[in-house]
């Protein structure tokens, strides 16, 4: 069974998903998110949007607020809160997610990473809805960098995962979850291999496209 490293922990919901499609998923993390422990902007906003489960987890998010999640994996993440999880898990998607759910417009936190790609806060700008981009956590990298286990593929789950894997990846796949990543391992001058929608149905068609699992053409 072909090896995939990636930055999720063996019970997550992805790495089930590459087991599933008969490939090894080998947890490998190269950074960690840590919280800015940063007050929201607004303390009673109509909903507050949140892109990842990073996000879920470190923000401090105000009680008794709606929550607007990206993906499923984020909606896991906000267990016990009242949660609407967007139908594609995709900045587009939540755009949707918003504009049907509050008709009115209103005014929201954006629960979001240091280097969102702010796609929402472009869409949403002279609308009436209004977006506050609150900074509740960032990526870093690890130091010093744990060792790279033998593997056949990496998975970079952020732009800053591709940077850090590019140039310890020589003779090995470099696949990315979205394209934003995929560019971000060019520009940092390392050839990219494939990228896929984050969705975990379309990791498994990437996986069989390149011969990593019994699914394979």
């Not at 009242?82 to 009115?104: I, Y």
């Not at 979205?178 to 498994?204: I, V």
Request: glycine share 8%; hydrophobic share 45%; net charge neutral.
């Amino acid at each position: 069974m072909k090896r995939l490293g990636l930055a999720r922990a063996l019970d997550d919901a992805l790495c089930q998903a590459v087991l599933a499609a008969g490939c090894s998923p080998v947890p490998l993390f190269l950074t960690a998110m840590t919280a800015t422990l940063a007050p929201p902007p607004e303390p009673a906003p109509d909903a507050v949007i949140v892109l990842s489960p990073a996000a879920a987890r470190l923000a401090l998010l105000p009680q008794g607020v709606p929550c607007l999640a990206q993906g499923e994996a984020t909606g896991r993440a906000l267990a016990g809160r009242e949660v609407l999880v967007s139908a594609t898990p995709k900045a587009e998607g939540l755009f949707d997610l918003l504009r049907e759910t509050f008709p009115q417009g209103g005014t929201f936190l954006l629960a979001r990473a240091e280097r969102s790609r702010a796609h929402l806060e472009q869409a949403a700008a002279g609308t009436p809805w209004h977006l506050l981009p609150w900074i509740t956590h960032r990526e870093s990298p690890i130091e010093p960098p744990p060792a790279m286990p033998a593997l056949d593929a990496v998975l970079a789950l952020s732009p800053l995962q591709a940077e850090l894997l590019g140039p310890r990846t020589a003779g090995i796949l470099r696949l990315a979850w979205g394209q934003r990543t995929h560019l971000a391992f060019e520009k940092a001058g390392y050839a990219g291999d494939g990228w896929c929608e984050p969705e975990a149905s379309a990791l498994q068609r990437l996986l069989s496209f390149h011969g990593m699992t019994r699914l394979s053409c």
